[in-house]
């Protein structure tokens, strides 16, 4: 008797499916699967939980593979990579996986997955079926849902992009690579190295996705509410590492459709065939002979370009050069022609091109470059459950969030807690809070203020404000309507923001700046620009000398706020210009003619609203007296200005900021201050009242000054001593310092700063590390208050606090004399 064949894999499938069905409609019968409701609800959920689009930050880096085939002339390579991210793996069960454990089934399914790995995941709740924490002796049954919580990491993408390229525009570079669009269907030039749609180790960086998310990220800046989500359903195939021209329908019908059409038998060739040619040009290494020729013929060298046809022989037949068609990027370069023959698979192409001696370039498996592909260190399992709070509601940061940079004050305060260093970073002071001020809240609390007060600032407080500042503003203030008090100065500059500013406004400040004001800007969606200080030019040569000793002494009235470039940059998007006097962190305190200079400016400008930020308002030195732009005529109804009685009375954990303005500008700030704390702390708002009205009479704002002065003077006679080139303030509680003549600083001065240089890689972070590591001194580096690094003022300045004790400045000067050599 004849060998009968085995069954082919199509015919193994087909009786595996024919034999499932049958196992399906007598577990229906007897009761034994999930009725229909219940697999409705299970569908909708899988629906749900698949459809949930996970969200991860997303960076962009330059590829630094000397040898990756991206980059070409024109053109450069960026890797596009994922932080990992909580996924949810979700499907209904698969015939072949019924009758059998889950143990069974993440043995022969997932063999990448260890024994111990499954173990550990079960028992903590990781896998589920139908809704239900499942062990490994769970037996599946058809049509159940499965349901695992894994730590994705996704290997990275290499894009490329013209030399032309800015940074700021990668974040919508798949726009790019669309070359026609209509209500039904997109035409994309796909590059290669990266999947048409999510599959295996890829999600977030697949063409699809990253359609999708430009897609909907371009329709939040322009304020468009899209109806219905874009859908995109590939049309034709295109291997990974193929790049080429795809269709993707809008819609699974226009894709069955389009399909058809690309697919259809040709009446003019015969069956079988297609009515489209797709040619594959491949960049390969070495050179190909000039003439046609089947592999099999393939011998000598010529232009590294192959263009891969059908032949009647069998072969592929190899033409060069290709022209036109030649590839802008390393693997293999799909193009669609209407011509009738048959398309090669792009994996056979590349074995074959691999075995004749002229491998693709940047081809991972059958070349010899390898894709780079970093791989953040795995989040443990035990994490997994405590950043999970359901199987069905895996949500992320929103990307506003994730994009904020860390705060520095934060960060170098732990840092100088953890080695035990003087913390001259964080501007709170360490000197104590005037005694009339702690008995003011005592006896607010005791007399049982400690309820809810009124969203705009307790009665007795805005009163006191009103009559303290109407004769500073030459008007007569309505406390009800003109004053609002919030939880903290910065509190007050997110509700002035939301209140006052939309998604896609600018906001435009002097730098360096305080950073709250970019990070709140970014937070409200609103894009913020920076104008430098003016630095005299002889003083600017002196500061940026690299004599170990400079003579030279140096204060914040060397700088002038550079007027013409405020005017440039003012456009018709921008809604808010601030102004901050005495300046945090220079301490440089305008004077009343510079801000009429500023106002003469402004007025050719009447939709921008002034915010100012005059938080050190009585901390002025050397007999300054703090100037007010809301005083000046006509700029009250423009004017937001901000205080904080937290700095005013060294009081800073009270948080207890407030801002005078307009009524019209008030009512909005104080209903968006309402959605979030509701009201300001009744008992300090009480106790604040009562200390304003004391300090008119105690000569506390004449002894802070005193005091103030005093340590700034000590502080800066010091650094100027030792080299740390200080910029003696007018105002506030900071000096800013050029450390780089200190030897300690030494290893700092080459660093090399790019465009993409992180901050926390800057000399100035770099110096600060050092030092509080060292157990010396806690500073703040200067890099997070400036929007560009040509816009320092040297590479290597710090911020230092003085609104400190004695003891504390004594041990910080000692620090100081200490790295003189």
Known sequence: MADVPP?????????????????????????????????????????????????????????????????????????????PYVHCFALFAKGRWAGRSLGELFASEFPTLSTDYCVQAAQL?????????????????????????????????????????????????????????????????????????????????????????????????????????????PVHRLDRLTSGLLILAKSAD????????????????????RSVQKYYVARVKGEFPDTEGGFAAVKGLNSGLVKIDSASDGFWRVTAPIGLMSPRQGHVRCVIEAEDSKPWRTHQIRVHLQHLDFPIVNDPMYGS??????????????????????????????????????????????????????????????????????????DAITDGNNQYTRPGGHPSYVETLAEMYSPLLNRELNPMTEIVTFNGAQEGIASIMAAVLEPGDEVLTFEPYFDAYVT???????????????????????????????????????????LEKLEAKLTPKTKMVVLNTPHN????????????????????????????????????????????????????????????????????GWRAGYAVGPAHLVGGITKAHSTVPFCGTTPFEVALASAFQQAKHNGYYDELRETLQTKRNRLCDALQAYNWRPIVPEGGYFVC??????????????????PDTPKTEFPDYQFAYKLV??????????????????NRLAPGVVRLAFCKDDKTLDDSIRVIESLKN
């Not at 459709?257 to 060739?269: F, G, N, P, Q």
């Not at 705060?407 to 970073?425: I, K, R, T, Y």
């Not at 009585?618 to 200005?641: C, N, W």
């Not at 001194?777 to 040509?790: D, G, K, M, Q």
Request: one cysteine or more; charged letters at 25%; proline letters at 5%.
């Open 520 to 562: 709140v800007s970014q937070l409200h969606g609103v894009k913020s620009a920076g104008v430098p200080f003016r630095f005299d030019p002889a003083k600017r040569a002196a500061f940026l000398s690299e004599d170990a000793h400079v003579a030279e002494r140096f204060t914040s009235r060397d700088f002038q706020a550079d």
């Open 125 to 233: 709740g990781l896998i589920r079926v139908n809704g239900e924490v499942a062990d490994l002796d769970t037996v599946i049954k058809g049509g159940d849902f499965f349901e695992h919580i894994k730590h994705r990491h996704e290997p990275n993408v290499h894009l490329p992009v013209e030399d032309s390229t800015e940074v700021s525009t990668l974040k919508s570079l798949s726009k790019t690579w669309i070359h026609f669009e209509t209500d039904e269907l997109m035409v994309v030039d796909k590059p290669s190295g990266i999947p048409v749609h999510p599959t295996g180790s890829f999600h977030l960086n697949s063409l699809t996705h990253m359609l999708q998310h430009d897609r909907r990220e371009a329709t939040v800046e322009k304020e468009v509410e899209e109806t219905e989500t874009l859908e995109l359903f």
């Open 773 to 790: 590591k060292a157990g010396h001194l806690a500073v703040i580096p200067t890099s997070p208050f400036f929007s560009r690094p040509e």
């Open 585 to 652: 962190p220079m301490g440089k305190v305008f004077s009343k003619q510079e801000l009429e200079q500023l106002a003469r400016v402004l007025e050719r400008h009447p939709n921008v609203i002034v915010l100012a930020d005059e938080v050190y308002e009585f901390m002025t030195y050397d007999g300054l007296e703090h100037e007010r732009i809301a005083a000046l005529p006509g700029f009250f109804d423009r004017t937001i200005s901000l205080f904080s009685a937290g700095k005013t009375f060294s009081c800073t």
């Open 369 to 442: 470059v390898n894709e780079e592909k970093t791989m953040e260190p795995m989040l443990p399992l035990s994490k997994l459950p405590s950043v999970l709070p359901s199987l069905r509601h895996v949500r992320s940061i929103s990307q506003r969030v994730r994009t904020l940079p860390d705060n520095v004050f934060a960060e170098f305060s732990a840092l100088a807690a953890q080695h035990g260093a003087v913390n001259l970073g964080q501007g709170f002071p360490s000197f104590g809070t005037p005694q009339f001020v702690q008995q003011a809240a005592i």
């Open 737 to 754: 310092c050029n450390v780089q003549g200190l030897p300690f600083y030494d290893e700092f001065r080459d660093i090399e700063i790019t």
């Open 254 to 273: 226009k894709a069955r459709s389009l399909t058809a059409e690309l697919t259809a038998t040709s009446s003019d060739v015969g069956a079988g065939s």
């Open 7 to 83: 069954p082919s894999k199509k015919q193994r499938r087909k009786q595996e499916k024919t034999r499932w069905l049958a196992e399906r409609k007598a577990a229906q019968q007897d009761g034994g699967i999930a009725s229909s409701k219940r697999k409705r609800r299970n569908q909708r959920q899988c629906h749900a939980t698949a459809s949930a689009s996970p969200s991860a930050a997303v960076h962009y880096e330059a590829c630094t593979s000397a040898t990756c085939g991206n980059r070409l002339a024109g053109s450069h390579c960026v890797v596009r990579s994922i932080e």
